[in-house]
């Protein structure tokens, strides 16, 4: 290759080399110069050619004199010689002298800026008669061999060999094609590709250049640019004739990943930025938005089925479920099956083990706005009215089989918005709502947080729903449970509009409809006041389930089912605590704690009716009643221990 170059760099080489040995004796000639000129016009096609493509006869001359004494000794000592520059180098003087025979930097003035055309190219450019110009190492090395390179290409950005057709991808990747052959090429663009992180953004722009038979050079993000170097990156990608590929890291901010982007499309014309968000109202290029969302149920089961055949599983896995329970790019598929693995406690992945790795991949941080809920209970932990246990079952069974109702039949088709699985728990408080919610999750693999609507709900305008847009944004990778107890602040009855907290109140409730529709996980919305919940959100809500006050057979059941095993118990008189004291199951669960405390703490061996009935009066005090020896009944004695 070298060899190859360099014998098409000879003519002119040895042409001007020959000038040189003149000019020391005689000073400056015309003719020669033409000469030189119509030779180094024959350079087309040569990686010096590429260089000089588009530039003026001062700069091109300029450039092959720099190339000549970067790579020839005896044309550098004539240099030196004569115009006293340092080997390899060149000044501004000797290009004027030479080519043009005058004694000012006149013709070359315009052209040795920091930033102009000989400025990206050769090192040290100033408006001075005795700069020392030397051709930049990337230059040199792109002349020798047509070779070039940057800190800022990325070479290890291979696909892997096999490509799952998703139909998001293929459309943005005609958008894409579209986008790069109808752009005008007296207008700066920016082809913006947005989308979840490993939702094959960046793959898509490749299959896209590609097509069109594009070469490409996808580019870090995460180092410092300032114009010149941009200028400078501008030039070796016109050298390679390649369309940049601008890849947004996780630690580049979208404001700085814009700023470089628009400096990059005012030097080269097109650039592709692959980024998380729109930069459109950004950058101030125009810019065209591509945005690949989520795959779809079906084309996520088809991911999951293949993805996870490199994994050995216990045979239990059911793909449809993980498929309906979770919202997940290619790239955050792969992701959850790494980190399945990397937790699981063994080389076979459970279903658990899987599912576990998809809440542990896509953890939402929540910050102050939302608490993570550890799920504790169980099915049988709860004790409610058959009826509100099977539309329990219900909701998990509307995530169980999302993929085989809305795609496999077809109702993906028939309903355009609305596709969460939400419900409204109803019923006084201590009945068992949120414990019903952890069972929810822990039914389905999930993770469940608590929506803190002390940090949600603000008296500035547009706060509320700020937060409540970023808390439904952060869940929807994981899908996690959303669980908003005391709902009724944020969905009371729309009221008539008096003045503008009536209508701001109206529009926060609106809005949080319209995030609950959006979103394709499970939201629970818990209230002990649903009739002051507005009659059109509860008709959009999938469900209502109603925890009503326990009857005797259900505080029985909650009685036997408080104490733990292990617990030793004195002689309990159960039917006397489910009969004399109408509780809830909050209620009698704080009971049966704080008795076995009082027990542990006299170093009794089991708990008792004394202990019991402490608890019951610690209780009663709670609420601001009064647990006198009436209440006690029976046992009244153990009022006054």
């Known amino acids: ?41 024959r350079l087309d096609g040569t990686p010096l050619g590429d260089l000089m493509r588009g530039r003026g006869d001062a700069v091109r001359l300029a450039l092959v004199l720099g ?53 990206l190219i050769f090192e040290g450019t100033e408006p001075r008669y005795n700069a020392v110009m030397k051709l930049k190492p990337f230059a040199a090395r792109f002349i020798a061999d047509g070779d070039i390179d940057d800190d800022a290409f990325v070479y290890d950005n291979k696909r892997g060999a096999e490509h799952i057709e998703l139909s998001g991808n293929t459309r943005a990747e005609h958008e894409i094609k579209a986008a790069v052959c109808t752009k005008d090429t007296d207008t700066i663009s920016v082809i913006a590709v947005t989308g979840e992180e ?60 814009a700023k470089f982007v628009d400096m990059l499309a005012e030097s080269v014309g097109t650039v592709i930025a692959v980024c998380r968000d729109n930069i459109s109202g950004i950058v101030s290029a ?32 059911d793909i449809s479920e993980l498929a309906g329970e979770f919202s997940f790019t290619v790239g955050g598929i792969k992701k ?67 993929h085989k109702v809305y795609d496999t039949w077809g109702f993906a088709g028939k309903i355009a918005y609305g596709k969460s699985v939400s419900m409204i728990f109803t019923g006084p408080p201590g009945t068992g709502k949120t414990m019903a919610a952890q069972i929810i999750a822990a039914e389905l693999g999930l993770d469940i947080y608590r929506i803190s609507l002390a940090n949600v709900v603000s008296k500035y305008i547009g706060e509320t729903e700020k937060n409540l847009d970023e808390i439904f944004e952060k869940a929807k990778k994981s899908k996690v449970v959303l669980f908003f107890d005391e709902a009724d602040v944020l969905f009371s009855k729309r009221t008539e ?16 409809l319209q995030k609950i529709e959006e979103y394709n996980g499970i939201v629970i ?63 009698i669960k704080n009971i049966a704690l704080h008795s076995a405390f009082l027990a542990a703490a006299e170093s ?38």
Not at 1 to 27: C, H, I, W
Not at 615 to 639: Q, V
């Open 198 to 257: 490993g939702s094959g953004r960046r793959t898509a722009a490749e299959r896209a250049l590609e097509g069109l038979d594009c070469e490409y050079v996808e580019l870090r993000c995460d180092l410092r640019y300032d114009r010149r170097k941009t200028d400078e990156l501008a030039v070796k990608l016109r050298l390679l004739d390649a369309v940049p590929i601008a890849v947004q890291s996780r630690s580049t901010d979208t404001d700085s990943f």
């Open 497 to 512: 509009v008096k003045d503008s907290n009536d209508k701001y109140s109206n529009m926060e409730s609106a809005f949080l």
């Open 67 to 119: 190339a000549l004494v970067n790579f020839s000794r005896r044309a550098a000592e004539t240099v030196h010689r004569v115009f006293g520059a340092p080997a390899g180098s060149i000044t501004p003087e000797a290009v004027c002298e030479l080519f043009f025979g005058v004694t000012d930097i006149i013709p070359l003035v315009g052209w040795l800026s920091e930033n102009s055309s000989l400025g």
């Open 286 to 317: 125009e810019t065209v938005t591509v945005h690949i969302g989520l795959p779809s149920i079906e084309e996520q089961y088809r991911i999951w089925e293949n993805e996870i055949r490199f994994y050995k599983t216990d045979g239990a896995v």
């Open 336 to 402: 959850a099956l790494r980190f399945a693995q990397m937790f699981a406690g063994s080389d076979t992945l459970s279903a658990a083990d899987i599912k576990n790795g998809c809440c542990r991949s896509a953890d939402p941080d929540m910050g102050s706005k939302a608490v993570k809920i550890n799920c504790v209970f169980g099915w049988d932990d709860i004790v409610l009215p058959e009826h509100s246990k099977k539309l329990m079952k219900t909701a998990c069974d509307q995530v169980r089989y999302r």
């Open 1 to 41: 290759m070298r060899r190859t170059v360099f014998q098409e760099y000879n003519p002119v080489f040895s042409a001007l080399t020959d000038y040189l040995v003149s000019f020391e004796k005689n000073g400056y000639n015309k003719d020669s110069v033409g000469n030189i000129t119509a030779l180094v016009s």
């Open 604 to 641: 009794s061996p089991a708990v008792g009716m004394k202990h019991i009935i402490a608890a019951l009066r610690n209780e009663y005090s709670k609420s601001g009643k009064a647990f006198t020896k009436a209440e006690a009944g029976e046992y009244f004695y153990y009022i006054d221990e």
């Open 525 to 587: 919305l818990a209230t002990n006041l649903v009739q002051n919940f507005d009659e059109a959100f509860k008709r959009r809500m999938k469900l209502m389930i109603d925890f009503p006050f326990p009857d005797a057979a259900r505080r029985a059941e909650m009685w036997k089912r408080a104490f733990p095993e292990k617990l030793p118990l004195d002689n309990i008189d159960f039917d006397y605590l489910v009969n004399s004291f109408e509780l809830s199951g909050s209620n």
